[in-house]
């Protein structure tokens, strides 16, 4: 396999977006705004990219060898309040970063990559890749497989992802798309995971979550989330209202790991567990390692219950 590589962007993109990091005083130039004007409401597209720290100068950092000093940052493609389709800066929580006029963060890097946290533990792990976007082929549950092995932690991360309670009612391919059930309980389980002291959460938040759930945007999420017992979308002031967690109804184990053989296989990997409650004794999953979510270090892009 191809070791991921850090992508370097050119100096004149770093500085377009300069400040994106922390300056030599030790201060953030960017902040982060909860109303700008007319991103508020639509259906948003979100990649991460690498990019260039920079300091107060808009220089770019360097590391004791002289290399670039580089950070994952989100964007997201939204339009603004004249209907032009535009392209901002995110922060964590999905909500706009501006400049120190209070001007969302539009310029755009070109390059994507991929990468995995670090591994906690001393078990084998696998390596992982960074394949062309117009590479990137999502297999289906039963393509052709190799063996290979996740460490503890790594198995429990998905286990836990897998359990999500309610997930072991739907089948799908990654290319039918997720299914409307199926975000609505992944939205309250990554909502549940901020331990927020609150039952609203802003609508940046949760489409967010969904996006690094699933490595994918949850299209029309908002539109079609609707009103249930676990989640409601509030499209007067755009957030969602989430009661309360949701019980356990599936327990899942990791029985067997196994890598996708395709060619250019962008860490995609089949999975089989044994399940307990929800009706279900048995799942197969396409899972991919990614660095979209920290703690997480996965996404889930397939599921079949049985």
Known sequence: MRKAIAVVLATAIAVSVAMIGCSKNGKKEDSTS???????????????????VTDEKGETVTDKN?????????????????????????????????????????????????????????????????????????????????PAEFNNSEKEVVESMLSVPNLCNSNYENSDGVPIDVARHAAVWMAQREEL???????????LGLFKFFGQTVVNFKNNCGSTKEIKYNADNDTFTIPNAESTVQTVTIDKVEEYAQK???????????????????????VQKNKLDNKLGFSIKAMRWS
């Open 34 to 52: 909860t109303t700008i004007d007319g991103l508020i409401g639509n259906e948003d597209t979100y990649d991460i990219v690498d990019e260039e």
């Open 264 to 286: 250019n296989n962008n860490n995609y990997y089949k999975v089989t567990g044994s399940v307990s409650g929800g009706g279900k004794t048995k799942v197969v999953a396409v």
């Open 197 to 207: 002291n609150t039952k609203t959460y802003a609508s940046g938040t949760i489409v």
């Open 66 to 146: 002289g290399n670039a000093v580089t950070t994952q940052v989100m964007y997201k493609e939204t339009t603004d309040k004249k209907g032009n389709k535009i392209t901002v800066k995110v922060d964590d929580n999905g909500e706009v970063v501006t400049d120190k006029n209070k001007k969302p963060v539009t310029a755009k890097p070109t390059t994507t990559t991929t990468a995995t946290p670090p591994n906690q533990s001393n078990e084998p792990t696998s390596e992982v890749t960074t394949v062309p976007a117009d590479e990137d082929i999502v297999p289906k549950i039963d393509d052709k497989t190799k």
